[in-house]
C-alpha cells in the first residue's frame, strides 16, 4: 500500500514556476515508478510526466515537454515536478501516481497507474 501526498499548487501567472512535491509513504517508495497527471475542468485526466524507479529515465507529453521536469529523491520518498513557463492551458488539478516498476517508460496510460493522490490545484490566469 502507498499513500501519495501532493503540494506546491497554487496561483501564478504567465510565465511564472512553480515546484509540485508528492510525498509517498511506505518503504517501497524506490520500486514504484511515479507519473503526474492533470485534469482541467470538462476535460479527461491527462498524462503530465513519468519517471523509472531509478529516475534514470523520464518521459514528458508533448505539451509540456521543454517546459517540466520530473525528478525524485528516494531517500525522501519524494517526487517532484518542476514546471516553468506556465501557460493558462496548465490550469488543472495535477496528481500524483504510483505504478509498478516493470511498465515501460513510453506507456503513459492512466490505467497502468494504481496508487493516486489527492490532487493540487495548480491556476494560471489568462
Known amino acids: 500500500q502507498v499513500q501519495l501526498v501532493e503540494s506546491g499548487g497554487g496561483l501564478v501567472q504567465t510565465g511564472g514556476s512553480l515546484r509540485l512535491s508528492c510525498a509517498a509513504s511506505?518503504?517501497?517508495?524506490?520500486?514504484?515508478?511515479m507519473g503526474w497527471f492533470r485534469q482541467a475542468p470538462g476535460k479527461e485526466r491527462e498524462f503530465v510526466a513519468q519517471i523509472s524507479w531509478s529516475g534514470s529515465s523520464t518521459y514528458y507529453a508533448d505539451s509540456v515537454k521543454g517546459r517540466f521536469t520530473i525528478s525524485r529523491d528516494n531517500a525522501k520518498n519524494t517526487v517532484y515536478l518542476q514546471m516553468n513557463s506556465l501557460i493558462p492551458d496548465d490550469t488543472a488539478v495535477y496528481y500524483c501516481?504510483?505504478?509498478?516498476?516493470?511498465?515501460?517508460?513510453?506507456?503513459?496510460?492512466?490505467?497502468?497507474?494504481?496508487?493516486w493522490g489527492q490532487g493540487t490545484q495548480v491556476t494560471v490566469p489568462a
Open positions: 511506505g518503504r517501497t517508495f524506490s520500486s514504484y515508478g
Open positions: 501516481a504510483a505504478r509498478s516498476s516493470g511498465i515501460g517508460i513510453r506507456t503513459t496510460s492512466s490505467l497502468t497507474y494504481r496508487y
